[in-house]
């Protein structure tokens, strides 16, 4: 079974500046995916960034990217240019990758950023 | 193009009673999985439908039941619900056998037992 960890429940970073999510994971599978979901008020469920297990570069996504220590089971969220609209609940997802199947998620415990002025 | 949709938003029920919820997948999609999220928690995977059947399960009891209509649209059902089952509860639509394509979630449906 896979495990998912973010050890920071709430995080706060002032506009305009930088800030990194933290997760980890325990996997033995060696074929997976991770991702990061955004969760504000609006309670839906948004992917901010996906990373393939067997790519080294990490993914980027405009303001977002992330740094992907495969051998360390780390998957950190980096937010530049922190923005209002980023204010939501984060969470850190895996999901193991299965052909002919539809496979699920499974979810950290989410960590709470605060975008203030 | 619309995207998930679940019904009811909100609810509340008593304990005991037997509830139902429903889903709508994203346009061309033809899995449905739907996922717990407790207060302050993140998501848990319930179930999964494809091709009206259940394809896989979470650690949940029997009690959790589901239903995926020719359509693809979908049903949760919770009998004889409990102070626990409060929670909100996700429901997400994909492509079976679309590795790790993305899955799209609804807003949600909020269920309170009292």
């Known amino acids: 079974a896979q495990t998912v960890t973010q050890s920071q429940p709430e995080m706060s970073v002032q506009e305009a500046e930088t800030v990194t999510l933290s997760c980890t994971y325990d996997?033995?599978?060696?074929?997976?995916?991770l991702f990061w979901y955004k969760q504000p008020p609006s309670r839906q469920m948004i992917l901010v960034i996906r990373q393939e297990a067997y790519k080294q570069q990490n993914a980027t996504e405009n303001r977002f990217s992330v740094n992907f220590q495969k051998a360390a089971k780390s998957f950190s969220l980096k937010i530049s240019d922190s923005q209002l609209g980023d204010t939501a609940m984060y969470f850190c997802?895996?999901?193991?990758?299965?052909?002919?199947?539809?496979?699920?998620?499974?979810f950290g415990t989410g960590t709470r950023l605060q975008v203030t002025l | 193009d619309a995207g998930v949709t679940q019904s009811p938003t909100h609810l509340i029920k008593t304990r005991g009673q037997q509830v139902t919820l429903r889903c709508s997948p994203k346009?061309?999609?033809?899995?449905v999985s739907w996922y717990q999220q407790a207060l302050g928690q993140g998501p848990q995977f319930i179930f999964q439908y494809y091709e009206e059947e259940e394809r896989q399960r979470g650690n949940f009891p029997d009690r959790f039941s589901g239903h995926q209509f020719p359509n693809y649209s979908s049903e949760l059902n919770v009998n004889a619900l409990l102070l626990g089952d409060s929670a909100l509860y996700l429901c997400a639509s994909s492509l079976f056998g679309g590795g790790a394509g993305e899955l799209f979630f609804g807003e949600g449906s909020r269920l309170t037992v009292l």
């Open positions: 346009s061309g999609h033809d899995t």
């Open positions: 997802a895996f999901m193991k990758l299965a052909t002919g199947t539809a496979s699920k998620l499974t």
């Open positions: 996997t033995s599978e060696s074929n997976y995916y």
